[in-house]
């Protein structure tokens, strides 16, 4: 299955996404820097930046700052990662900058329940500028 993350609601299509591969699908996600967190930029940026100067810069916790592992990391919050059957749905879910030339041919999908419409607020901002605002460089 493959997934335009373009204008979808990170929280909410990771989990959509994280069900699919803990059923056996494999999952590709395509257009990562397009997906959305919503709340207000200052707050949103300011906590993962806090997140991110937490713990030691050798032993971890390691936060991404690419918008492929940062959706990629969303999504192995909401699985059981550290059992066989979740390291196994990990395995199978795969993150992309842009489209790669594999994929511009195949029809991708998008989850209605995930539309940034859906939000009450116009208050968001995308995983891309995220990145960027903490020290990505993709």
């Known amino acids: 299955m493959i997934i335009d993350a373009t204008d ?25 820097e397009k997906a959305v967190l919503s709340g207000s930029k200052a707050e949103v940026i300011q906590k ?28 192995r919050g909401m699985i059981p990662y550290k059992k066989e059957n979740g390291r196994k749905a990990y395995e199978r879910v795969k993150c992309y900058i842009g489209v790669p030339d594999d994929f511009k041919d195949k029809k991708s999908e998008t989850f209605e329940k995930a539309d940034v419409k859906k939000l009450p607020t116009l208050k968001y901002i995308e995983v891309g500028k995220i990145c960027k605002l903490i020290g990505g460089k993709w």
């Open 48 to 75: 993962f930046k806090k997140r991110q100067q937490r713990g030691d810069t050798f032993k971890g916790p390691f936060y991404p700052r690419k918008p492929n592992m940062f959706v990629r990391r969303t999504i």
């Open 8 to 32: 979808l609601i990170l929280g909410r299509m990771a989990s959509l996404a994280a069900k699919k591969a803990l059923l056996g699908e494999k999952i590709e996600i395509i257009n990562c």
